[in-house]
């Protein structure tokens, strides 16, 4: 606790060790979808697989909330961003053609420009340069973003042809739905419920204890459902190795051992055509990542009530430089 305090100064900034556990128990609940949605996504790509995406999800996640720890003493807890990836993913491999490998070059460019953009202090005043209403509005978007992928994961919002987005029957008596369609969206309607009742009574781990009761709600009432539990042993590996061996083989290192490559894209396209996709996607990911890292910092700083007199972010060169 001594150590703590004289590294992270934890006392001085209001709180107490305890406090803070439990924050980054929240904080981790809240942020463990990232890696099976993830995980889920990127195995969509040939040659990639599940397991390779959760360990390098997991590690660059560890690493990154170290950093941000480490270098600017902030509270925050650093994963990778679920649009670029739906980008990297559905639009750069999937849309434009360009190999799981070849894609990571242009993250690798993104990250490189952004150490030297947050290093000559560019990125601080472009960040400084955004109107107080941007900044505030950009959170609230990503968080409608998340919010939207866990209503679909649910099966609360569903595809339609004509809106492009729906939301589900819950008609059991005089619909075609039946109970183990409609279990797992009241289990998440409860759970939303539950957190939003704690968080007005000001319930301290509003959220952990929502997040917590949803998922055993949602284990009880699987017994209600015919087959809920039927195979679900069956993929389970308790030998950690094996996901790591594909992590191995798959991830690790791809981008400098095979992301240099684009032999097989211009196969089928052209020289410029390549150097315009690479220039504008590239662009893309700096333009997403920069708003997206600036929202997120100040709403969660915001929220967190650690925004200086100023009402700017503390040791922002630091945490953006953590960032990239």
């Not at 999937?94 to 202090?121: R, S």
């Not at 992928?149 to 739905?177: E, H, Q, R, W």
């Amino acid at each position: 606790m001594l150590s703590m305090e004289k590294i992270f100064h934890v006392r001085e900034a209001g709180s107490t060790v305890k406090t803070e556990v439990l924050a980054g128990v929240t904080t981790f609940m809240t942020m463990a979808y990232i890696l099976m949605v993830n995980s889920g996504m990127f195995a969509e790509l040939p040659g990639v697989s599940y397991n390779a995406i959760y360990i390098a999800t997991a590690i660059s996640a560890c690493i990154g909330t170290i950093l941000i720890g480490l270098l600017a003493n902030l509270p925050l807890a650093q994963a990778s961003a679920m649009g670029s990836n739906a980008f990297f993913v559905y639009t750069v491999c999937l849309g434009f053609g360009l190999g799981y490998a070849n894609a990571l070059v242009l993250i690798l460019i993104d990250g490189i420009l952004f150490i030297l953009l947050t290093v000559t202090g560019l990125r601080k005043k472009i960040f400084e340069a955004i109107p107080t209403s941007v900044r505030v509005s950009i959170p609230a978007g990503v968080g409608l973003f998340i919010a939207l992928i866990g209503l679909k994961d649910s099966g609360i919002v569903v595809a339609d042809p004509s809106t492009y987005v729906n939301l589900a029957s819950f008609n059991i008596l005089f619909g075609n739905v039946a109970w183990k369609d409609i279990m797992p969206m009241l289990v998440t309607l409860s759970a939303l419920t539950a957190i939003a009742v704690l968080s007005c009574r000001k319930i301290k781990g509003a959220v952990l204890w929502g997040i917590l009761g949803g998922t055993i709600l949602y284990y009880i009432l699987g017994f209600t459902v015919s087959g809920f539990y039927e195979g679900f042993t069956d993929d389970l590996n308790f030998n950690p190795f094996v996901a790591f061996v594909d992590f191995g083989t798959q991830a690790f290192g791809k981008v400098f051992t095979e992301g240099f490559d684009f032999s097989p894209y211009l196969a089928e396209h052209s020289r410029p055509e390549l150097a315009i996709l690479i220039a504008t996607t590239a662009l893309a990911f700096c333009l997403v990542d920069m708003f997206d890292t600036i929202g997120t910092l100040y709403g969660a700083c915001a929220r967190g009530n650690i925004l200086t007199e100023e009402g700017e972010v503390p040791n922002l060169d630091k945490a953006m430089l953590a960032d990239a």
